[in-house]
């Protein structure tokens, strides 16, 4: 369970001099490395931690290198972070493992969705169940495989922390080849603010709880000091002709139904509404890379100083 309340999410608390190690398998993407890099740096306990940034390309995981050194220069916090192709190397003495990769890349996905789809199989995102998220742990397994290899060698009492779709089939692989490993989701942070833009309320000004695992969460309370702030958003998503999406932590405006249909099928959004929000994948993604580019600025500068 989560609770989050606006005056426990800034911390002012001194760093650290010194922390676990912690390595990111797949550190070279462009955006959600360099978040998971300031959201960790929020911590008190992580500020004087090591990190180890591993891409199958050098030059990607320096790149989310160096921006997060510049992130830790400018608050002055002492954490070590380090760029390298060599996983095993990266792995070795941590204490917390991360992976954030897609193994194949969008040529690949592509392919998840188009095959299934000449049978009659649509699928809005295809990443975690149906014939798209098998694709997708089929691929994966061999990478995953070599990790937990790794681990059992040079890091056998790290937990591995995974943010890689298809969740619950990437985790249940890893368990069984004597790994500790859990699977999250960002979506409760991201979900919370989106929530909180539809009634006008800034989210420093929310406190919240939730319960559930990574898709599949759930608000419990959204309320703005004694108001519960259910009712007013139950009215503005119907009045906005979202109220049908009006659930769980996988709510994102106007996308929120085909989010959560890939993970059940009993809801998928009505078929008028699905065929709408399906477009190539290329250009889904482009939209969603383009829009994630703009705000990463803005977004590097904030998060040191929010959880």
Not at 27 to 55: E, N
Not at 231 to 250: C, H, Q, S, W, Y
């Amino acid at each position: 369970m989560v609770t989050a309340t606006a005056e426990a999410r800034a911390t002012d608390e001194p760093a650290r001099t010194s922390g676990p190690k912690i390595a990111i398998i797949g550190a070279g993407g462009v955006i959600f490395p360099l978040r998971l890099m300031g959201d960790m740096l929020t911590f008190p306990s992580l500020r004087g931690a090591t990190y180890a940034l591993m891409d199958l390309d050098r030059t990607r995981a320096e790149r989310t290198a160096v921006a997060a050194r510049d992130l830790a220069k400018h608050y002055g916090f002492p954490a070590t972070i380090e760029a390298t192709d060599d996983r095993r190397e990266a792995l070795t003495g941590a204490a917390y493992v991360i992976v954030t990769f897609m193994v194949g890349g969008l040529d690949v996905y592509r392919h998840d969705m188009e095959i299934p789809r000449t049978y009659g199989v649509d699928q809005r995102v295809g990443d975690t169940l149906g014939p798209g998220g098998v694709f997708r742990f089929l691929r994966s397994a061999p990478a995953y495989a070599e990790i937990a290899r790794d681990m059992l060698e040079v890091c056998p009492d790290a937990l591995l922390i995974n943010y890689a779709n298809p969740m619950a089939m990437n985790c249940w692989y890893l368990t069984a080849l004597g790994i500790t490993a859990v699977g999250l989701c960002h979506s409760v942070q991201g979900t919370s603010r989106m929530l909180a833009e539809q009634i006008g309320e800034s989210i420093e000004d929310i406190a919240f709880q939730t319960a559930g695992i990574n898709h599949q969460a759930w608000f419990l309370k959204f309320q703005k000091g004694d108001e519960d702030l259910y009712p007013r958003l139950r009215e503005t998503m119907i009045a906005k002709n979202l109220g049908d999406e009006f659930r769980g932590v996988r709510f994102q405006r106007r996308r929120s139904a085909p989010r959560s249909c890939r993970c059940s099928a009993t809801s998928t959004p009505n078929p008028a509404r699905m065929r709408a929000s399906i477009f190539p994948i290329s250009e889904r993604t482009m939209r969603s890379s383009t829009s994630m580019c703009q705000r990463a600025g803005s977004t590097r500068r904030s998060r040191s100083g929010r959880s």
